[in-house]
């Protein structure tokens, strides 16, 4: 795989659990005028009501999962949480897109994120989004009713990690309101944009 084609450019967005991560994605794919494409992760966890395969993830048993870790076909994966659940960037997925000139977007968790950044390599633009304090955080896990009490107790431990790794990140978005994040990635997307032609020239 090129670590970087000509004219795509891969965008990792990551933060803890519940800072909206998916609500900004969806949105700024749709909004954004840049030739962004969302990389579909693999995971092993079950399919949430309504969710695609293939669209939201591909659902893989885990058999077929460890089969694609030995075959080298993920650029990182993870087990997350520690409840046996696997989530992997496939390689195919960024490949593809980025050499057809795709933004490919990877909306994944903070320890995915690190281990691509520690590889340096395809120079991501990497952007932390967060919703500013740990108590709405909590909040909107807990109205997103996807979450057992648990999981919820288990993620805002794993969110106090993460957010010690914001340093890593070039970009800090605070996602107080959805319209303004997703107003302000795009904008950093297109700086990012103009500054690649630039130095081209
Ligand atoms: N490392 C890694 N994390 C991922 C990947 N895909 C999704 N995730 C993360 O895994 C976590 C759990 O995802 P999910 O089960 O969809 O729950 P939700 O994003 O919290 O609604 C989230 O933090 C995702 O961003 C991936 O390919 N690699
Ligand atoms: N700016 C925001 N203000 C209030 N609620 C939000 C905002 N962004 C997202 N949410 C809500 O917070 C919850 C978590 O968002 P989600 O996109 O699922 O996060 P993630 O993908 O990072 O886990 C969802 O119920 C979503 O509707």
Request: hydrophobic residues 30%.
């Amino acid at each position: 795989m090129n670590n970087r084609s000509p004219a795509g450019r891969l965008v990792i967005i990551s933060g803890p659990s519940g800072a909206g991560k998916s609500t900004v994605v969806r949105r700024l794919l749709s909004e954004c005028d840049l030739p962004l494409q969302l990389s579909i992760s693999a995971t092993t966890r079950a399919p949430r009501p309504g969710e695609q395969h293939g669209e939201d993830y591909f659902f893989l048993s885990d058999g077929e999962f460890q089969d694609r870790i030995r075959g080298g076909d993920f650029l990182e994966h993870k087990e997350v949480f520690g409840c046996g659940h696997w989530y992997g960037t496939l390689k195919e997925q960024v490949a593809t897109g980025l050499n057809t000139g795709k933004w490919v977007i990877l909306e994944i968790d903070v320890q995915g994120a690190l281990a691509i950044l520690d590889q340096q390599a395809f120079s991501p633009i990497s952007l932390f989004l967060h919703p500013g304090t740990m108590d709405e955080l909590e909040r909107r896990l807990r109205d997103r009713g996807t979450e057992s009490e648990e999981a919820i107790t288990s993620r805002m431990e794993t969110a106090h990690r993460e957010m010690q790794s914001l340093h890593r990140y070039q970009y800090e978005i605070i996602n107080e309101s959805v319209d303004r994040a997703v107003s302000d990635i795009c904008q950093i997307l297109k700086d990012q944009k103009e500054k690649q032609r630039c130095s081209k020239s």
